[in-house]
């Protein structure tokens, strides 16, 4: 069985502040874990997918995420917000056979 | 031009109303995907296709039928609409491989009255 909890469904920062998006996962197996995100009216794509053996994994638009095995976390960060990072973010446990589950996303919320 | 491609886009139809939403795409994926999106609840997945031979049941599947008519095309059809279906369907795609990503159509919008 897998599981995953995203902590927050709406969360606002400030433009220019640090970004943190919460994950934190089950999974009885070792884990394949992916951020999505999902700008207004249109479809998910990938922000960044963890790779065995990785702590710290790089995604596009500076979002960055730490793979914490002994919390079963899966955090994204980003340094600095940007007003175009606003949207709905996902955080993904599962693929290849394992059964795919979805986060119930964060929505960003960026203040000028 | 799009790799995973929905029509319609949108939809407005009543209950009762037999309905289909196709899926394409150019990516050579062997699997393919329909989900739904409601809000608050992330994406559930309503089935799924991992060859035109191989087919499995989602999360959700009740009131939902799938076909999977080549590799390139996997529809979902929802054989009398009722109103606790409206919501954003995805369908997406991915390769074969344990750690691969999926690739998502733009969503169809359907509604029904």
């Known amino acids: 069985a897998q599981s995953v909890t995203q902590l927050g469904s709406h969360v606002s920062v400030s433009e220019g502040a640090l970004v943190l998006l919460r994950c934190n996962y089950s999974?009885?197996?070792?884990?394949?874990l992916f951020w999505y995100v999902q700008y207004p009216n249109q479809g998910l794509q990938l922000l960044l997918k963890?790779?065995?053996?990785?702590?710290l994994v790089k995604g596009i638009n500076g979002f960055e995420a730490e793979f914490k095995k002994s919390e079963t976390s899966f955090h994204l960060t980003k340094p600095s917000a940007h007003m175009s990072d606003a949207a709905e973010y996902f955080c993904v446990v599962g693929g290849g056979y394992q059964k795919v589950t979805f986060g119930t996303g964060t929505k960003l919320q960026v203040i000028p | 031009d799009a790799d995973v491609t929905q029509t319609p886009r949108n939809r407005i139809t009543k209950t009762g109303k037999r309905i289909m939403l196709e899926c394409s795409q150019t990516?050579?994926?062997?699997?393919m995907y329909w989900y739904r999106q409601d809000p608050g609840l992330g994406l559930r997945l309503i089935y799924y296709s991992f060859d035109v031979k191989d087919i499995n049941k989602g999360e959700i599947s009740d009131g939902y039928s799938v076909s999977r008519q080549a590799q390139a095309k996997f529809s979902l059809s929802l054989e009398s609409a009722i109103p606790n279906q409206t919501a954003l369907y995805f369908c997406?795609?991915?390769?074969?491989?344990?750690?691969?990503?999926?690739?998502f159509g733009p969503g169809t919008r359907l509604t029904v009255l």
């Open positions: 990516k050579g994926h062997d699997r």
């Open positions: 963890y790779t065995t053996g990785a702590t």
């Open positions: 999974s009885s197996v070792p884990p394949y």
């Open positions: 997406a795609t991915r390769t074969s491989g344990d750690n691969n990503e999926q690739f």
